[in-house]
């Protein structure tokens, strides 16, 4: 039996067809639709947004043992170290260090001492024996001597050549004799040089095990000054925890920060770090508390780039002083900073995508009655958004955010050379006065230098708002 579709069948699948031909339509007619935004007038700041972590300005450092170099110590393991954001009191217990390789040096020490005290007990034997037999054979030089005295007194009425022989046996006993006393001397002087050898080489044993001893005390380690402990960092900027490492030439264990007074630092990139100038203006905001917003100030601008881990690119260190003091910020606690590095009133801007570069001319698209024209515009300040725009726009006027399906063949519109130089000569006006209040923000900064606000901490603070 052989299937025959009903008619209303086929009216269903053509009003279906219609439909989806309709609908079609239309997306393809709204897909294709350019947008065009408006150029705006009023204010304009030109930023760089970086984030970046809280530090204090200011920071007492806990030190490890003072004389680690000196002990032949050249690392010391962190074996306990309460934990980060403890408040201490100036006394209190913060850390213990590894006594292990200390210990081991001590029994070295002891060791060489007992061995050198053995030392010079045998040397003041020896030197005893030998002097008194040197002491013994004077005596019987003396006797000698004496003797040889006594021959040549009775020999007074013997012939002259006995006489002059019992001169002789005089000379030679007498000669004899005082040559053995400066033996002896020489000889007691040198054991005495011995003994105050090995007495020296004792001083500076006991003195060794004295310091070692006193190092040991140190090993733990106890707060100089109340405060929050923070721990320090590593070279690679890592904190210095438990298992860490120690050495004479960082021998910091943890820090004790002025929390009165933060800065954020923060890292720009290279292509950035031009318009970046100490004594700008920022706008800090921190992640922790998203509701506020702190005024902040540049400080200082590293004159070398670095490269920092896990990353290709040149950056260069900023420090960003915060104009507020907030009890509850605390370090580490990361920040976003929008560094305002010029501000202009009353000039002419647009978005960024309205903006299109061929060679050395910007260009924008915009309508020309029923046509699209590209026309000549002269750029200014712009930040990550926006673009300022000096010469070739009016306030009001709508501009293309993308390039436009009819713009292909569209005509030229150049500026005139008078409007170029009269734009140019704004734009380089522009940049000697934002350099101008920068320097003297600058200055503002050495004269007083702490001069912050106090913000409470109960109320979340107003800030500017952004476009």
Same mark, same amino acid.
């Given at each position: 039996?052989c299937f025959?579709p009903?008619?209303?069948?086929?009216?269903?699948l053509?009003?279906?067809?219609a439909c989806s031909?309709?609908?079609?339509?239309?997306?393809?007619?709204?897909?294709?639709?350019?947008?065009?935004?408006?150029?705006?007038?009023?204010?304009?700041?030109?930023?760089v947004t970086?984030s970046?972590?809280?530090?204090?300005?200011n920071?007492?450092?806990i030190?490890?043992?003072?004389?680690?170099?000196?002990?032949?110590?050249?690392?010391?393991?962190?074996?306990d170290?309460i934990?980060?954001?403890t408040r201490?009191?100036?006394?209190?217990y913060?850390?213990?260090?590894?006594?292990?390789?200390?210990?081991?040096?001590?029994?070295s020490?002891?060791?060489?001492?007992?061995?050198?005290?053995?030392?010079?007990?045998?040397?003041?034997l020896?030197?005893?024996?030998n002097l008194?037999?040197?002491?013994e054979?004077?005596i019987?030089l003396? $006797?000698?001597l004496?003797?040889?005295?006594?021959?040549?007194e009775?020999s007074i009425y013997e012939?002259p050549?006995m006489?002059?022989?019992?001169e002789?046996?005089?000379?030679k006993?007498?000669?004899? $004799?005082?040559?053995t006393?400066?033996n $002896?001397?020489i000889?007691r002087?040198k054991?005495?040089?011995?003994?105050?050898? /090995?007495?020296?080489?004792?001083s500076?044993?006991?003195?060794?095990?004295?310091?070692?001893?006193?190092?040991?005390d140190?090993?733990?380690?106890?707060a100089?000054?109340d405060?929050?402990v923070i721990?320090?960092?590593n070279?690679?900027?890592?904190?210095r925890?438990?298992?860490?490492? /120690?050495?004479?030439?960082q021998?910091?264990?943890?820090?004790?920060?002025?929390?009165?007074?933060m800065i954020?630092?923060?890292y720009?990139?290279?292509?950035d770090?031009?318009?970046?100038?100490e004594g700008q203006d920022v706008?800090?905001?921190?992640?922790?508390?998203?509701?506020?917003?702190?005024n902040g100030?540049?400080?200082?601008?590293?004159? /070398?780039?670095?490269?920092?881990?896990?990353?290709?690119a040149?950056?260069?260190e900023?420090?960003?002083v915060?104009?507020?003091?907030?009890?509850?910020l605390?370090?580490?606690?990361?920040?976003?900073?929008?560094?305002?590095?010029?501000?202009s009133?009353?000039v002419? $801007?647009?978005?960024s995508?309205?903006?299109?570069r061929?060679?050395?001319i910007?260009?924008?698209?915009?309508?020309?009655?029923p046509?699209v024209?590209?026309?000549?515009?002269i750029?200014g300040?712009?930040?990550?958004?926006?673009?300022?725009l000096?010469a070739?726009?009016?306030?009001?006027?709508?501009l293309?955010?993308s390039v436009?399906?009819?713009?292909?063949?569209?005509?030229?519109e150049?500026l005139?050379?008078s409007a170029?130089?009269?734009?140019?000569?704004s734009?380089?006006?522009?940049?000697?006065?934002?350099?101008?209040?920068?320097?003297r923000?600058k200055?503002?900064?050495?004269?007083?230098?702490d001069g912050l606000?106090?913000r409470p901490?109960?109320r979340?603070?107003?800030?500017?708002?952004g476009?």
């Amino acid at each position: 039996m052989c299937f025959k579709p009903h008619p209303k069948f086929y009216l269903s699948l053509l009003l279906l067809s219609a439909c989806s031909l309709f609908l079609s339509c239309q997306s393809d007619a709204s897909g294709d639709k350019p947008i065009k935004v408006p150029v705006k007038n009023g204010l304009f700041e030109a930023t760089v947004t970086v984030s970046g972590e809280l530090k204090a300005r200011n920071s007492l450092d806990i030190q490890g043992p003072q004389g680690m170099r000196r002990a032949g110590l050249w690392q010391v393991q962190i074996t306990d170290l309460i934990p980060e954001g403890t408040r201490v009191k100036a006394g209190d217990y913060v850390a213990t260090l590894d006594r292990t390789e200390a210990s081991s040096k001590l029994k070295s020490l002891q060791a060489e001492l007992d061995k050198t005290i053995t030392q010079r007990t045998q040397a003041v034997l020896d030197s005893t024996l030998n002097l008194r037999e040197n002491r013994e054979q004077l005596i019987t030089l003396y $006797y000698s001597l004496e003797e040889a005295r006594i021959t040549l007194e009775q020999s007074i009425y013997e012939p002259p050549a006995m006489i002059r022989q019992a001169e002789i046996e005089l000379e030679k006993a007498q000669r004899v $004799y005082e040559q053995t006393v400066e033996n $002896y001397q020489i000889r007691r002087e040198k054991e005495m040089a011995r003994l105050q050898e /090995i007495d020296g080489t004792l001083s500076l044993q006991r003195s060794e095990i004295k310091e070692l001893v006193d190092l040991l005390d140190q090993f733990e380690v106890r707060a100089p000054a109340d405060g929050m402990v923070i721990y320090d960092r590593n070279w690679d900027g890592t904190r210095r925890a438990v298992g860490a490492a /120690i050495s004479p030439w960082q021998s910091t264990v943890a820090t004790l920060p002025d929390l009165s007074q933060m800065i954020s630092l923060t890292y720009i990139n290279e292509v950035d770090i031009s318009r970046i100038r100490e004594g700008q203006d920022v706008l800090l905001g921190v992640d922790a508390f998203p509701n506020r917003s702190y005024n902040g100030r540049v400080i200082e601008v590293a004159n /070398i780039g670095e490269q920092r881990p896990n990353s290709d690119a040149k950056v260069f260190e900023v420090k960003i002083v915060l104009l507020e003091s907030d009890t509850t910020l605390r370090p580490a606690m990361t920040t976003a900073n929008s560094i305002i590095t010029a501000r202009s009133d009353s000039v002419l $801007y647009v978005a960024s995508e309205c903006v299109f570069r061929n060679d050395s001319i910007s260009y924008v698209y915009a309508d020309a009655g029923p046509s699209v024209i590209r026309r000549e515009v002269i750029t200014g300040l712009y930040n990550e958004n926006e673009t300022v725009l000096l010469a070739g726009v009016e306030p009001g006027e709508e501009l293309y955010l993308s390039v436009p399906a009819s713009a292909k063949d569209s005509k030229w519109e150049l500026l005139e050379p008078s409007a170029k130089e009269t734009a140019l000569a704004s734009k380089e006006r522009m940049e000697q006065k934002n350099a101008a209040a920068d320097a003297r923000a600058k200055e503002q900064d050495k004269v007083a230098p702490d001069g912050l606000r106090q913000r409470p901490s109960a109320r979340a603070p107003s800030g500017r708002g952004g476009r």
